[in-house]
C-alpha cells in the first residue's frame, strides 16, 4: 500500500512524476488505488494543466477513498519514483505470473488441456513483451516508405531544413533519428546550435536543453545571431542607444519564436524520457537539441558505460516521440596531436557507443583556430567552418564549408556571406 501511495502522491505533486509514470503504468497494475490511479489518467488525457488535475482528481475521490486520505497521497510524495515504478510493475507481473501458472496447475485430467496452455502461453507472451513492441507488416513500411518518396518527389519538406549547404547532404534532419554535433571547445557548436533551432523554429516548435550554459546566456546568443551585434559588447555594455533599440526589436522578434530554453543541470538517461514527454505534451516540440550529452547523468558505473546509457536515452527518446534529436559532444584532444587536426570518429569522447547509436555524426572545425592560413585549394582560411559529416546513415558523408561570423555567433554559406 506504502508504495502505491508513494507513487500516486508524487504524482500529484511533481508533474514529471506523472508524465514518466502515465507511460508505464496501469489501473491493473495497482493492488489497492487501481480507482484512484484511473481517475488521474482519465483527468491526464483531458490535457489539462497539472493544476487542474490535481484539483478535479480531489474533488472526483471526495468520499470515495476507504483507506488512504487525499494528504496521505501528497505526504507519501517524493520528486523521482523510478525505482517505485519499477518495483509495481515488478510486482504486478509476480501476480500475473502466479495467476498464469495457478491455471495451468489447476487443470483437471478430464478438461482439455490444449486451450489451456495456448492461452497460457499467449498470457506469458503478453507479459514478457509488455506494450514494448512496434511492429508492422512489410505492407505497412512499403505504403510508408512510398509515401514519404511522393512526398519528397512533390518538392514537399520531410525533413527540417537548416538553411545551410549541410542540407544538400542531410536533406534536413529526419523524426526519430539521433544526430550528433561535435567539436573541441571553442569551435563554435553551441552557436551553431542556436542557429539551427532559430531556424527550424521558424517552422516547428523545438527545444533547447542547456547543460553547460544559462537560459540568460543563451538568449545573449540569439541576440547577437538575429541582430548581428556583438555579444561581446552587449555583456560589456557597450551599447549606443540607436543600437540598443535594435537589439529590443530583434528580442521582441525572438519573444515571438517557439523555443524553449531550459538550463536544468541535472538531467538524467532516466529523466530525459519524461522531460520530453512534458515538453511534448505542453509546447508540441518537434526537435530536441542538448548541449551537451555527456553532461547528462547516468548512474552506471565506469564513464564509457555512463556514455551509452546516455547515447542509448537520445536514441529511445528520438523514436519514442518521433523527432530528430541533436546532442551536442565533446571531443577528446586526441585530433590535436595530428598534423591534420580534421575531427575523426575516433575522437569522440569517453564512449564509441555515440558513434555507433548516432543517425549521423557531424564534426565542427575551423582550420585558422589552429594557425592554419590557407586552405587545401590555397585560399584564406579566414572565417571558414568546416562542418564534417562523417557518418551519416542513409545517405552521403563530405565536408561542407562555412562562413562563421564569430563576433555574431553566426553561420553562413559561402554565397551568401556579406561584404561590410
Not at 105 to 116: C, G, L, R, T
Not at 264 to 280: E, F, H, M, P, Q
Not at 374 to 399: C, F, M, R, Y
Amino acid at each position: 500500500m506504502k508504495l502505491e501511495q508513494t507513487i500516486i502522491g508524487s504524482c500529484l505533486t511533481w508533474e514529471k512524476c506523472l508524465a514518466s509514470s502515465i507511460q508505464h503504468l496501469k489501473k491493473n497494475h495497482f493492488v489497492y488505488f487501481s480507482p484512484v490511479w484511473q481517475e488521474i489518467v482519465n483527468f491526464y488525457r483531458k490535457e489539462r494543466d497539472h493544476e487542474d488535475i490535481v484539483y478535479d482528481v480531489k474533488k472526483a475521490l471526495d468520499g470515495k477513498i476507504k483507506d488512504s486520505a487525499f494528504d496521505d497521497f501528497l505526504n507519501a510524495s517524493q520528486p523521482s519514483i523510478n525505482d517505485e515504478i519499477e518495483e509495481l510493475i515488478e510486482n504486478y507481473s509476480r501476480r500475473r505470473l502466479k495467476e498464469i501458472s495457478d491455471t495451468i496447475y489447476n487443470v483437471s485430467p478430464d478438461e482439455p488441456y490444449k486451450d489451456k496452455a495456448i492461452n497460457a502461453i499467449h498470457s506469458l507472451s503478453d507479459l514478457l513483451i509488455g506494450n514494448d513492441t512496434n511492429e508492422q507488416t512489410m505492407s505497412e513500411v512499403m505504403d510508408g516508405t512510398i509515401e514519404m518518396i511522393e512526398k519528397i518527389r512533390s518538392g514537399e519538406e520531410v525533413g527540417f531544413k537548416t538553411g545551410l549547404d549541410i542540407d544538400k547532404i542531410l536533406h534536413g534532419f529526419q523524426s526519430g533519428q539521433f544526430y550528433i554535433l561535435a567539436a573541441r571547445p571553442s569551435m563554435g557548436k553551441t552557436a551553431l546550435a542556436v542557429q539551427l533551432a532559430k531556424q527550424i523554429a521558424g517552422r516547428v516548435p523545438v527545444a533547447f536543453l542547456s547543460l553547460e550554459t544559462t537560459n540568460r546566456s543563451l538568449g545573449m546568443r540569439y541576440i547577437a545571431n538575429h541582430v548581428r551585434f556583438s555579444a561581446d559588447k552587449m555583456q560589456g555594455g557597450y551599447v549606443s542607444n540607436e543600437q540598443m533599440e535594435s537589439i529590443r526589436r530583434g528580442a521582441m522578434e525572438l519573444s515571438d519564436m517557439p523555443i524553449i530554453l531550459d538550463d536544468t543541470t541535472d538531467i538524467s538517461s532516466d529523466g530525459i524520457r519524461a522531460k520530453v514527454n512534458y515538453l511534448v505534451r505542453k509546447y508540441g516540440i518537434k526537435m530536441l537539441f542538448i548541449d551537451y550529452v555527456q553532461l547528462m547523468q547516468s548512474n552506471k558505473n565506469s564513464r564509457e558505460q555512463q556514455v551509452a546509457d546516455i547515447s542509448r536515452s537520445c536514441v529511445s527518446v528520438a523514436k519514442e516521440f518521433d523527432i530528430p534529436v541533436l546532442g551536442l559532444a565533446q571531443l577528446s584532444r586526441k585530433n590535436e596531436m595530428r598534423t591534420d587536426k580534421r575531427p575523426m570518429l575516433s575522437d569522440l569522447r569517453e564512449s564509441g557507443q555515440l558513434e555507433q547509436d548516432a543517425f549521423c555524426v557531424m564534426f565542427l572545425h575551423r582550420p585558422e583556430y589552429y594557425g592554419t592560413t590557407t586552405l587545401e585549394n590555397g585560399e584564406s582560411s579566414d572565417g571558414i567552418a568546416e562542418v564534417i559529416i562523417a557518418k551519416h546513415k542513409d545517405g552521403k558523408t563530405g565536408i561542407k564549408k562555412l562562413f562563421f561570423e564569430k563576433e555574431h555567433m553566426r553561420f553562413e554559406n559561402l554565397t551568401q556571406v556579406p561584404q561590410w
